[in-house]
């Protein structure tokens, strides 16, 4: 054979084969960055931090200052559950009309925001939703929880909520009295911290003996009489 044919195919050999070569390390670069993009897809999240940043909470801080008052006013005696589902809830029911359930998810009506719920039979006591009533065409979710039997109570969006307050909206479901005025008092003093605007000391609750204040709750700085920093507690 022509030694020119020879070397010709020699080299074309050469050139194919680092063309091969080539393509092989492109093609385990690209699967190696795809399995790298899935695998962080699919992790899962790390408890309390993502990278750095905090996860957020599953509910909004109205949402959680509303369920952590539920949960003090009537925790001893209910499940307090946050986000539940109307199809779960109705499905626990009897009789329920399907075409109510078909009308709740065609309307967008998903969950509410909180139930109590029995601790011995986990039967719904009661509902409370946040947040002004919207209608979805004909249906709202009072008239929702109404065909279901459910007592059903709606509360504004605030950053806090007075404990009496709720313990007066859910007092017939309520079967332990409330807690007397010095109670409270020594509950809240013993939860509640609040430092001294002038010497940042701790500061006290006392309830007005005498006085035109009388009875009412002041927040005093534990060094008093040297730090005289009073002020009205408020809830």
């Known amino acids: 054979m022509n030694p020119t044919i020879i070397m010709i195919l020699v080299e074309g050999i050469a050139i194919a084969l680092t063309l091969a070569a080539l393509g092989a390390i492109v093609w385990m670069a690209t699967r190696e960055r795809r399995q790298g993009a899935r695998g ?3 992790m899962p999240p790390v408890s309390g931090e993502i990278a750095g940043a905090q996860i957020p909470s ?16 009537a925790g001893k005696e209910y499940h307090v559950m946050a986000k539940v589902s109307l199809t779960d809830i109705a499905v626990v029911k009897q009789g329920v009309d399907k075409s109510m359930l078909e009308r709740v998810a065609k309307k967008g009506l998903r ?7 029995s601790k011995d ?7 409370i939703e946040l947040g002004e009533s919207s209608r979805h065409g004909d249906l709202t979710l009072g008239d929702f929880l109404h065909e279901l039997g459910i ?10 909520y007075s404990v009496p307050e709720i313990r ?4 017939p479901f309520l079967k332990e ?9 020594a509950t809240m003093s013993m939860e509640a911290y609040r430092a001294c605007k002038q010497c940042r000391s701790r500061m006290a609750l006392k309830r007005a003996k005498s006085g035109k204040y009388q009875g009412m709750l002041f927040w005093v700085c534990s060094r008093y009489p040297e730090c005289k920093s009073i002020e009205l507690f408020t809830r």
């Open 177 to 185: 009295k409330p807690p007397t005025p010095d109670e409270m008092v």
């Open 168 to 171: 007066g909206m859910l007092e």
């Open 121 to 127: 039979s986990l039967a719904v006591a009661c509902a």
């Open 111 to 117: 969950d509410v925001d909180f139930i109590l719920c």
């Open 40 to 42: 962080k897809a699919m």
């Open 151 to 160: 007592p059903y109570f709606r509360l504004p969006v605030k950053t806090s």
């Open 58 to 73: 599953l509910l909004t801080p109205p949402e959680l200052a509303c369920f952590n008052t539920l949960h003090a006013v």
